[in-house]
């Protein structure tokens, strides 16, 4: 039973705890990734992620993961012999690695939507069932061996003709987006859907919605708090 006369916390108490758990939530996100401890143990010896991490003496083995000197940057991704039918949950976190090893894995299916975002990606070995990511037009050189695939040097598709050619919408630059993927930017001050609006973006007017939106759902959520506090 609480205090006569006692409050719950005010506006500012509450402004504040959403703040530190911003903060929290960031500094968990910089720190280390759930995905490297996703499958119990270290990177195994004769991986190919821990042989890129020592031959780096700036690169260290955390868990399943090479890490570089930056908070949070995993270099590398060790998931071999893990059990795993489908890709770790924090998997996207790894999306700066340059190396990952997947072998010794009854992955069946493996999206290419997996590997959005994953441009620096120059080597990844594979269950010999899987193709590689993007395609085989996607990397300079494959090779298989009695249980593995291994795809290496990832190649540019916006410097690629044929299969991997991509046109983008006038007024938009071509991208690398992973293996095979692609996105349009805008180039200089045009903006919008396909581009086609030009000039300055509304920075103003577009932060003034976002600030809104985030003041009435910090509102609705300390009113929420302050109710359940007064009915206990």
Sequence with gaps: ????????????????????????????????????????????????????????????????????????AIVGLDLGNCSLTLLCAGFPDASAAVVIDLTENPLENI????????????????????????????WDRITTHSDSRTCQGQRNPCNSSGELAWLCPENSLCSPDGPGL????CSGSYHGYKCLR???????????????VTTTLSLLAWGTQRRKAKAS
């Excluded at 973006?201 to 600030?211: A, D, S, T, V």
């Design 1 to 72: 039973m609480g205090c006569p006369g006692a409050s719950g916390p005010g506006p500012r108490a509450w402004v504040l705890r959403l703040l530190l758990g911003l903060a929290a939530w960031r500094g968990g996100a910089g720190g280390r990734s759930p995905v490297c401890g996703c499958c119990p143990g270290p990177a195994r010896n004769g991986s190919s992620v821990a042989s890129y991490c020592r031959a780096h003496p700036a690169l260290e083995l955390r868990g399943r993961c090479c890490v570089g000197p930056e908070p949070g």
């Design 111 to 138: 999206p290419n939507a997996s590997f959005q975002g994953f441009t620096r990606l120059q080597s990844i070995s594979l269950p010999l069932a899987l193709e590689c990511p993007g395609g085989s037009m996607a």
């Design 182 to 185: 692609v996105q349009c930017l």
């Design 198 to 212: 030009e000039g300055t973006f509304p920075m103003l007017l577009f932060y003034g919605i976002l600030g809104a």
